[in-house]
């Protein structure tokens, strides 16, 4: 559970900081 929401908010931050 936990290494699924980690790559969910890994992902997030990663998706924002490239589209920034």
């Known amino acids: 559970?936990?290494?699924p929401?980690?790559?969910i908010?890994?992902?997030s931050?990663?998706?924002a900081r490239?589209?920034?």
């Open 1 to 3: 559970m936990s290494k």
């Open 5 to 7: 929401k980690i790559a």
């Open 9 to 11: 908010v890994v992902g």
């Open 13 to 15: 931050t990663r998706a």
């Open 18 to 20: 490239f589209a920034d």
